[in-house]
């Protein structure tokens, strides 16, 4: 008799969720759990871990940190005064005096804004507030990557298992065909159902070959994330099979300021928070500025009188900068800043939005998934029980050949959809986990620098 196509194990097939305890959890606890207790299989942690080394997205937000901080250090010691040391040499004479040389050495001080309307001040905490929004950010390319590096896994995974799944099936239905063969020879069949079978090995073999294609695509996305083409060469823990894959360890029942929470939302936060200070900064400019400047030294008609002293020389004095005329500059700046604080105002709510809306999304989902999963393991084992039946109607010479392999093919459509929302199922929770925000705690971040 011709075999049946029933190579997925339904048994293995996991719907609960886990019995953890993240019903309770709020913000503040969400926010203090590592990637890796959201990720249920080794092996992807293996390849996060990976990644996490490798990816060059994250160097340049590495990189992009170091420049807001250099920037931030830059900005900040512009409100402290700087000394200048200075040693010089005079040499001077003309056609009736003889050459004549003087010697001058002192500390000299440059102009020093004194910051009474604190404009210094709000440059320095636009820029700290940047510096801390890329610590923000580069928080959050973890969270994508995370997310991304999953994705493309389960992907892989998938086509992995489809090609699996392909492979055993067109070995029973060339088994089928055999088994038609020998039916024909024995005069219990004819050239039709002979056909039949060939034409089920030849579909066979076609979705094989394009499920091997999407093997090969989806292994190249996976090496992109991870940043080394040589993923094959690791030594990486065995992967579990799609269908044994529990839902991850995502928690319920949280509120909404979770999301505020979330890395991409307090970059935009902060930004904010800059573009206000830039606006005091732009105002001050309207303003006069009161700058200071001196120098203290001595002054010799050669070295060893310079330092044995007796030529002191000191000046000090204030100077009042007041903006008379220069064409609106300062207006223009003052509307650009202001500007510029609208649109980040505007940046912020589109993340708040953003986040409720990919949380809202992916709670919809979850149990949709769910559901569409408990059917479609219902369906396969109707099509399982379908495919009995017509065998042994077919051996019993009720009905042709056709309808046992329409029921055969009806198996492995069934199979292949059940791995298809399997993977969709673990995939939503995996962006579920990039919604929350969570998976990389504040203080694993570098150091956020110094505050005011």
Do not use: C, H
Request: hydrophobic letters at 40%; proline letters at 4%.
């Amino acid at each position: 008799m011709p075999p049946t196509l029933g190579d997925l194990n339904l048994a293995e097939l996991n719907l609960d969720d886990p019995s953890g305890a993240l019903t309770s959890l709020d913000a503040q606890g969400l926010s203090k759990l590592k990637w890796e207790y959201f990720l249920p299989e080794e092996r992807l942690r293996a390849l996060v871990g990976l990644a996490l080394e490798k990816n060059r997205d994250l160097r340049l937000a590495g990189l992009k940190i170091l420049e807001a901080r250099a920037e931030f250090g830059m900005s900040r010691s512009e409100r402290f005064p700087m000394l200048e040391g200075e040693l010089a040499q005079e040499t001077s004479g003309g056609s009736r005096r003889s050459t004549q040389e003087s010697y001058e050495a002192g500390l000299t001080l440059p102009v020093f804004e004194i910051d009474y309307l604190n404009r210094l001040g709000d440059l320095e905490r636009a820029a700290l507030e940047t510096y801390l929004g890329t610590l923000e950010a580069a928080r959050y390319a973890k969270i994508v990557l995370v997310s991304s590096v999953s994705g493309a896994y389960l992907r892989n995974r998938l086509a992995e298992e489809r090609v699996k799944l392909m492979e055993r099936n067109l070995n029973n239905f060339r088994v089928s065909r055999a088994f038609v063969e020998e039916r024909i020879r024995s005069g219990q069949a004819d050239l039709l159902e002979l056909e039949q079978a060939r034409g089920m090995v030849a579909y066979a073999e076609a979705q094989l070959e394009a499920r091997k294609s999407e093997l090969v695509t989806t292994q190249n996305e996976l090496s992109f994330w991870l940043g080394d083409f040589e993923t094959e060469s690791l030594d990486l823990p065995k992967p579990l099979p799609l269908l044994k894959w529990p839902r991850l360890n995502l928690p319920e029942g949280l509120k909404s300021e979770v999301l505020l929470d979330r890395p991409d939302v307090m970059e935009a936060e902060r930004a904010l928070i800059a573009a206000n200070a830039n606006i005091g900064a732009a105002r001050a400019a309207f303003f006069p500025s009161i700058g200071l400047t001196g120098s203290l030294g001595v002054m010799g008609m050669d070295l060893e009188s310079l330092f044995r002293g007796g030529g002191d020389l000191w000046s000090f004095g204030p100077r009042l900068t007041i903006p008379i005329f220069n064409a609106g500059r300062n207006r223009a700046n003052l509307d650009l800043a202001e500007i510029r604080k609208d649109m980040a105002i505007v940046d912020y709510e589109m993340a708040i939005q953003k986040a409720f809306r990919e949380v809202a999304d992916g709670l919809g989902l979850r149990e949709r998934l769910s559901q569409r999963l408990k059917a479609q393991t219902n369906y396969l084992n109707i099509q399982r029980r379908v495919l009995e039946l017509a065998t042994n109607r077919y051996q019993n010479g009720v009905i042709g050949y056709l309808e046992v392999l329409e029921a055969q093919r009806s198996v492995l459509e069934a199979e292949l959809d059940l791995l298809e929302i399997k993977s969709d199922w673990i995939l939503n929770d995996i962006s579920l986990f990039a919604a929350l925000g969570g998976g990389f705690p504040r203080e694993d971040t570098p150091n956020q620098g110094e505050k005011r």
